[in-house]
């Protein structure tokens, strides 16, 4: 029961793998990007949908970035040593 407890109360995880989707939103309509962060090698996971720019940006800072994190409290990904 304390191990699920101090699970419950971490508020900032790693990401370990990133999955990227797009999905068809109909003719003549931009698609959606939507990005599945798998936290803690699976412990948790995330769902974020930037824009087609953020998108991009967004998978340049991923690459770039020797570690990043998910901030679950504030829906914010930190990104430690950039390239």
Partial sequence: MAEQNTEQQIQVRQVTDVHANWSNQGEQNDGKFSYQLILDDGAEEAIIMPSAEAAEALRDLIQ???TVY??????VLVFSKIK
């Fill in 64 to 66: 770039d970035a020797e």
């Fill in 70 to 75: 998910w901030d679950k409290q504030n829906e």
